[in-house]
């Protein structure tokens, strides 16, 4: 076993989030159980990670619920599952010697234990702190990137000219999908909540316009911006706005169902898209995605954005809250109210 110091493993103790209870709405502190465990040393064939930031994704909360999805729920008692980067500090596989810095599933909690069955289940990948900060692997070249670009690319299909549509346009997965509509030469046009996000869609990131849901009508903004229609619309968040941007589809519309932020926490059934019969009078097409379909694809998509990046071409913006693994149920629930600014990121370990 190659280990940073044998006998500083045998004294660190792991801190974790587990799942106490499902949420009914809002998840709130009774849902969670802080525990703390001492590190188990890895078996023969595994390895010890030090988490170093923790990825706050909204998917969370649908992990949180019972039944059938695209990924089993979280068991009651279990740690809560999460994306996150950190550095292998005790190794006897040769594949992942100490010292590797990796984005894969984490774990609400500072250490995590992997041995060979489980690194293969936990979509380990190594990355590269030197090409892009470490935060930026858990947001442009990470997960969320992952989605903007591979569900903008492959499913909305976008051609130069046309008028791009993404909500949560300051969020993770917005960021990406606004600025690649823009470097295919496309019209983009984000919705965001406020204006200081609206700002940083169009000065930061180049979106052509942002309309701001909280504070304008939507359904004008549409029809300032987007005066040819909307042939892509990214949806992030479902609800009132999909409705409303149903209306202004163009013949062959592609509609990207990629998240419904605004319905997650619903105590009622989900709300569906009045205004679906515009699909059929537009020959439109709407369609969901799950980015780990593309999980094949990610590390040449790495490549590109990186090289995006460093091009100055497109920016990884991320909200980093340095609270550890106590604020996490608090960290949480700001993605439901918007009071995360680019991708949240909770920092639970030095490096
Ligand atoms: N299908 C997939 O494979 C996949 C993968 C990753 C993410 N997603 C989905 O993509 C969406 C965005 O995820 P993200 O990680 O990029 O999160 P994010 O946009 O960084 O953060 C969530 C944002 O959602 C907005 N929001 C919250 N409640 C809202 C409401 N009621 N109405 C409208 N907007 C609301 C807030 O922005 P404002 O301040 O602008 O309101 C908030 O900042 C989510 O729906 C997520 O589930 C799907």
């Known amino acids: 076993m190659q280990a940073a110091s044998k006998n500083s493993l045998s004294t660190l103790v792991n801190h974790q989030v587990r799942l106490a209870a499902r949420p009914v709405g809002l998840p709130h502190l009774d849902?969670?159980?802080?525990?703390?465990?001492?590190v188990a040393e890895p078996p023969q064939g595994g390895m010890?990670?030090?988490?170093?930031?923790?990825?706050?994704?909204?998917?969370?909360?649908?992990?949180m619920n019972e039944g059938r999805s695209y990924i089993a729920p979280v068991g009651i008692g279990e740690v809560m599952r999460a994306g996150g980067v950190g550095r292998v500090i005790a190794s006897s596989n040769?594949?992942?010697?100490?010292?590797?810095?990796?984005?894969?599933?984490?774990?609400?909690?500072?250490?995590?234990?992997f041995d060979d069955r489980s690194i293969p289940r936990s979509a380990l990948a190594p990355i590269d702190p030197q090409l892009a900060p470490l935060s930026?692997?858990?947001?442009?070249?990470?997960?969320?990137?992952?989605?903007?670009?591979?569900?903008?690319?492959?499913v909305g299909l976008p051609k130069a000219g046309e008028t791009v549509v993404v909500s949560g346009a300051a969020g993770a997965v917005g960021q990406m999908?606004?600025?690649?509509?823009?470097?295919?030469?496309?019209?983009?046009?984000?919705?965001?909540?406020?204006?200081?996000?609206?700002?940083?869609?169009?000065?930061?990131?180049?979106?052509?316009?942002?309309?701001?849901?909280?504070?304008?009508?939507?359904?004008?903004?549409?029809?300032?911006h987007c005066p040819d229609g909307v042939d892509i619309y990214f949806d992030n968040v479902g609800g009132e706005i999909l409705d409303i941007v149903l209306t202004r589809i163009n013949m062959k519309a592609r509609i990207v169902i990629c998240g419904a932020i605004s319905q997650y926490n619903n105590t009622t059934p989900v709300r569906g898209p009045a205004n679906y019969l515009s699909l059929l009078v537009h020959r439109a097409r709407m369609?969901?995605?799950?980015?780990?379909?593309?999980?094949?694809?990610?590390p040449a998509a790495v490549r590109?954005?990186?090289?995006?990046?460093?091009?100055?071409?497109?920016?990884?913006?991320?909200?980093?809250?340095?609270?550890?693994?106590?604020?996490?149920?608090?960290?949480?629930?700001?993605?439901?109210?918007g009071q995360n600014f680019g991708k949240l990121v909770l920092r639970v370990g030095d490096e």
Request: net charge negative; aromatic share 12%.
């Open 304 to 337: 590109e954005i990186a090289g995006w990046m460093q091009e100055g071409r497109l920016r990884s913006r991320e909200h980093i809250l340095e609270g550890g693994i106590a604020q996490f149920p608090e960290a949480l629930n700001m993605l439901f109210s």
């Open 136 to 154: 930026s692997w858990l947001n442009a070249l990470g997960m969320p990137g992952m989605t903007g670009y591979f569900g903008l690319l492959e």
């Open 94 to 113: 040769s594949r992942w010697p100490v010292g590797t810095y990796l984005s894969g599933m984490l774990g609400v909690q500072q250490y995590s234990v």
């Open 31 to 38: 849902n969670w159980q802080f525990t703390t465990e001492p």
């Open 48 to 63: 010890l990670v030090k988490n170093l930031m923790l990825s706050l994704d909204p998917a969370m909360r649908g992990w």
């Open 177 to 224: 999908v606004g600025q690649v509509a823009k470097i295919m030469g496309c019209h983009a046009v984000g919705i965001a909540g406020g204006a200081d996000k609206c700002q940083f869609v169009v000065n930061d990131l180049g979106f052509d316009a942002c309309i701001d849901y909280k504070a304008d009508s939507v359904r004008d903004g549409l029809k300032e």
């Open 287 to 298: 369609e969901g995605i799950v980015v780990f379909d593309w999980a094949d694809k990610f």
